[in-house]
């Protein structure tokens, strides 16, 4: 049983630029949650999805959004990329309830 | 909203010596309390977990306690291996159907051979 797998695993984007991460949850898993972690911190929630909607969000800009497939696989996409996006992002999958099971994470560069 | 503190922020031992990371919350509403274990390159591994109902939960090694009225927890390893060393994160959630991980700052534990 693969767990959650993100994509990619490194990435450097220029500012200003949009990029796209995804997420593939653990099987029977409906619920994908995004966390960004800045070096040497804790994750921060960014929001989570479930059934293809958003239903919380954390103090990100609008810069920040997502998606959900009907398949429970995730988007995260920021636009207008800042040097202070730099980071880890980690996606989390759970079965709805409690426990969350994170991915590698996607390591993003802004250059 | 919920904030998390977490110490110390490095802890150092010796194989077969026990450590102790210790985290305190705000929220008192917060039920469930996971830690995570992050080593380096990979993303946080749940390794323990307990809820709001429960005082003191054991796996092999691996412990934690719950102290709800001082709204502190903590995470105790005995016998540590230098497999071990890694950066451990507790988090707090305060569970209604939606699950919001808070975490502290991280303790980066080194266990020497």
């Known amino acids: 049983d693969a767990g959650v797998t993100q994509s990619p695993t490194h990435l450097i984007k220029t500012r200003g630029q949009q990029v796209t991460l995804r997420c593939s949850p653990k099987?029977?898993?409906?619920?994908v949650s995004w966390y960004q972690q800045a070096l040497g911190q804790g994750p921060q929630f960014i929001f989570q999805y479930y059934e293809e909607e958003e239903r919380q969000r954390g103090n990100f800009p609008d810069r920040f959004s997502g998606h959900q497939f009907p398949n429970y696989s995730s988007e995260l996409n920021v636009n207008a990329l800042l040097l202070g996006d730099s980071a880890l992002y980690l996606c989390?999958?759970?079965?709805?309830?409690?426990?969350?099971?994170f991915g590698q994470g996607t390591r993003l560069t802004v250059v | 909203g919920e904030n998390v503190e977490q110490h110390p922020s490095t802890l150092s031992v010796q194989e077969g010596d026990s450590a102790v990371i210790k985290c305190t919350y705000s929220?008192?509403?917060?039920?469930?309390f996971p830690w995570y274990k992050q080593e380096l390159g990979k993303g946080p591994q749940l390794i323990i977990d307990?809820?709001?109902?429960?005082g003191e939960k054991k796996d092999q090694r691996i412990a934690v306690t719950l102290n709800k009225t001082a709204k502190h927890f903590s995470l105790h390893i005995t016998e540590t291996q230098p497999e071990d060393s890694a950066v451990y994160f507790c988090a707090a959630v305060r569970f209604t159907g939606f699950q919001k991980l808070v975490f502290g700052t991280g303790t980066r534990l080194l266990v020497s051979p």
């Open positions: 989390a999958s759970s079965p709805g309830g409690l426990g969350a099971f």
């Open positions: 929220d008192s509403a917060s039920n469930y």
């Open positions: 099987s029977g898993h409906d619920t």
């Open positions: 307990i809820r709001s109902n429960v």
